[in-house]
């Protein structure tokens, strides 16, 4: 098995470092390395990419801002000087951190992760249908597409309501709206994105789903009946 990974730091020399450690290492492909997350984020547009070896702290757009812009988001280790960013990291889902200087082992530790984790992703999408990863109370957990029944903005996090289960993620609304295949999700409230096919019935202000009233825009009303008809 081998991950198809770039590097991205704005300093040459630190990037340097982590190239070499990429070009070493026997389940690493090296596609491209970039300076900035503007250059990153163009670049993924064109590349098949699993893994991303990301610098925070960059000019312009750092690290976590790349990530939210990202509509399909690799793998994820964070490489930096800092500690103080952990915590958010591990919110962003990130598979590990490193922090510099970083020594071989613990970057092959590292690759490792990842390794396990592009092989989990691989396994569950034989057989169990559309699904995406969420961290929930720094649990990582598998939702199914066809499940989710809506998804509400809370401020910094996102409440994702689900058939069995309620669950809070941090995340931007613009972020996770991503996520999901446009065909069967619609954002029809500045708050709420909501799976069409678990609509029961909507009128001029409001969305029915089972015993539940969501919030319909005005402007949304129009958009909401063409993608119900192109079910």
Known sequence: MTLNCVVVDDSALQRLSI?????????????????????????????????????????VL???????????????????????????AFNY?????????ITRERFNASVDKALDHHKLTLDFK??????IFVKSNLKKRKVYIKDIKWIEALGDYVKLVTED??????????SFEKELPEDKFLRI????IVNLDKIDRFN????EVGAYEIPLSRNKKTQLVEALNNI
Request: without cysteine.
């Open 19 to 59: 190239v070499k450690l990429v070009e070493n290492h026997p389940a690493l492909n090296l596609v491209a390395e970039y300076s900035s997350a503007l250059e990153t984020k163009n670049g993924l547009n064109t590349q098949q990419v699993d893994l991303i070896f990301l610098d925070i702290e960059m000019p």
């Open 62 to 88: 750092n690290g976590f801002e790349l990530l939210d812009v990202l509509k399909n988001k690799p793998q994820i280790i964070f490489v930096t000087g800092k500690t103080e960013y952990a915590f958010k």
């Open 93 to 101: 889902d990130a598979t590990d951190y490193l922090h510099k200087p």
């Open 126 to 131: 034989e057989e169990e249908g559309e699904h």
């Open 165 to 174: 289960t309620s669950l809070v993620v941090l995340s931007t609304m613009k």
């Open 189 to 192: 409230h500045k708050s709420y």
């Open 204 to 207: 001029s202000k409001n969305v």
